[in-house]
């Protein structure tokens, strides 16, 4: 089976960083997804990460460390409207699914 | 706007009965994906198809049934309805399986 663990709240100011983690452990691992999702909205695609090291696009970065089952989503310059949830997603070799952790449900006060 | 379009956007009905969700993917995307959020639990895997083929099943109960059209579109059924069916259901479509997941607008599923 799969795990996957996040942090199920965090806060940060206007204008901070922020990093979120998500530690998973899964066999065949096969790619980690970061969406966005606005509540009663649908999730929308921030990143992948399928080999170690840093993914850069705009302000967002994700990184992965496939031996300690380790990611996390660093958001910077931080905007109201990126208060949200964020949600870790695993893909594994056998299924061609993702299995989702719970998610980060961030908030950003001015 | 992913393109992947989901309809009824709401949908409130009684416990016992059934519906039909229908989920629209992105042009030429093969893949549909259906899952389920509930207030309490994260996104629960469903179910997929690939191309109008069953390619792996999730969390999903009896109940419930899918399937995907000749012109890729698909339909979840959900019947004997339930209180704790009521959630939201999101339909996400790739090019191919295991590729990124674009999601609908989901429909929103209240059971009385």
Not at chain 2, 19 to 48: A, K
Request: net charge neutral.
């Amino acid at each position: 089976g799969q795990n996957i663990d996040q942090p199920t709240e965090m806060t940060a100011t206007e204008g901070a960083i922020v990093q979120i983690n998500c530690t998973y452990q899964t066999s065949g691992f096969n790619g980690l997804f970061w969406y966005q999702q606005h509540a009663g909205e649908a999730p929308t695609f921030l990143s992948y990460n399928v080999l170690d090291g840093l993914e850069e696009k705009g302000r967002f970065s994700s990184f992965l460390s496939r031996s300690k089952g380790y990611s996390y989503l660093l958001l910077k310059e931080l905007q109201m409207k990126d208060s949200a949830s964020y949600l870790c997603a695993v893909r594994n070799t056998g299924r061609r699914a993702l299995t989702f952790g719970s998610g980060t449900r961030l908030q950003v006060q001015p | 706007d992913s393109g992947v379009t989901q309809t009824p956007k709401h949908l409130i009905t009684a416990t016992g009965q059934r519906v039909t969700l229908r989920c629209s993917p992105r042009s030429g995307d093969l893949s549909v994906y259906w899952y389920q959020q509930s207030l309490d639990q994260g996104l629960q895997f469903l179910i997929q198809y690939y191309n109008g083929e069953e390619r792996a099943k999730g969390n999903i109960l009896e109940r419930f049934s899918a399937q995907q059209f000749p012109d890729l579109h698909s339909e979840l059924n959900l019947s004997s309805l339930e209180l704790g069916d009521s959630a939201l259901y999101f339909c996400a479509s790739s090019p191919s399986a295991g590729d990124t997941q674009y999601f609908g607008p989901g429909t929103r599923l209240t059971v009385l």
